[in-house]
């Protein structure tokens, strides 16, 4: 079994920063892709950052140049700094990660963070 974590969601007024993390743990044999996800109420839940196991990273238009995803392989976890954050940031942000495991031989399953509550508002 393997379980994300995420921390760092909370209150910020707008043009502030926020840092979330998400560590993954359990029975991995590695992690490929890794990523950012949110869902504002209302709204379908959208792909904020992804960053690959070389590094490789891609966001969403509404993110760029203030938002900064990142990773540290050794500890299976994700970061995502967010800068000058605006009220349409509002939203519930979950980790994903795609992880390697071994059940006789090796399968690729898609794990999911429990979410944690960025609200950004005056």
């Known amino acids: 079994q393997v379980q994300l974590v995420e921390s760092g969601g909370g209150l910020v007024q707008p043009g502030g920063s926020l840092a979330l993390s998400c560590a993954a743990s359990?029975?991995?044999?590695?992690?490929?892709?890794m990523a950012w996800y949110r869902q504002a109420p209302g709204k379908e839940r959208e792909l904020v950052a992804r960053?690959?196991?070389?590094?490789?990273?891609n966001y969403a238009d509404s993110v760029k140049g203030r938002f900064t995803i990142s990773r540290d392989n050794a500890k299976n976890t994700v970061y995502l700094q967010m800068n000058n954050l605006k009220p349409e940031d509002t939203a519930v942000y979950y980790c994903?990660?795609?992880?390697?495991?071994?059940?006789?031989?090796?399968?690729?399953?898609?794990?999911w963070g429990q979410g944690t509550q960025v609200t950004v508002s005056s």
């Open positions: 359990g029975s991995i044999f590695s992690i490929n892709t």
């Open positions: 994903n990660a795609r992880v390697m495991v071994v059940r006789g031989r090796l399968h690729e399953y898609d794990y």
């Open positions: 960053v690959t196991s070389g590094g490789s990273t």
